[in-house]
C-alpha cells in the first residue's frame, strides 16, 4: 500500500532538489569556465567554487532520496544538512566575498 505524503514534505523535497541543482550547475560551470574564472582574479579560487559545488551535490541527492521515499533517517539528516548549509552560506558570504563599497 502506497502511503500519501504531506505536503510540506514534498515541497521540501523540491526545495532541497532546487538547491542540489543550483550546487551540480555551479560545479559543472565551474569546470566549464575555469580559465575566465581565473582571469577574473576573484577573491575566492575557482577551486574552491567546485569542490563547494562539488559536495553540497553529493550531500543534497540522498537527502531529497531519503525524503522522498520516507526513510527514517531522512529527518536527522535534514537538520544537519539545514545546519551546516546555513553556516557555510554565511560564512561564504561574510568571510570570502568581497565588499563593494
Do not use: E
Amino acid at each position: 500500500m502506497i502511503q500519501k505524503r504531506a505536503w510540506s514534505v514534498t515541497w521540501l523535497a523540491i526545495g532541497v532538489l532546487t538547491l542540489t541543482g543550483i550546487n551540480v550547475i555551479r560545479f559543472v560551470q565551474t569546470i566549464r569556465q575555469w580559465d575566465f574564472l581565473l582571469s577574473l582574479q576573484l577573491s575566492v579560487h575557482p577551486l574552491f567554487l567546485g569542490i563547494t559545488g562539488l559536495i553540497w551535490s553529493i550531500v543534497g541527492f540522498p537527502l531529497v532520496w531519503g525524503l522522498w521515499r520516507g526513510k527514517h533517517w531522512a529527518t536527522c539528516y535534514l537538520w544537519v544538512c539545514a545546519v551546516s548549509y546555513s553556516s557555510y552560506y554565511w560564512l561564504n558570504r561574510t568571510l570570502l566575498t568581497n565588499n563593494a563599497t
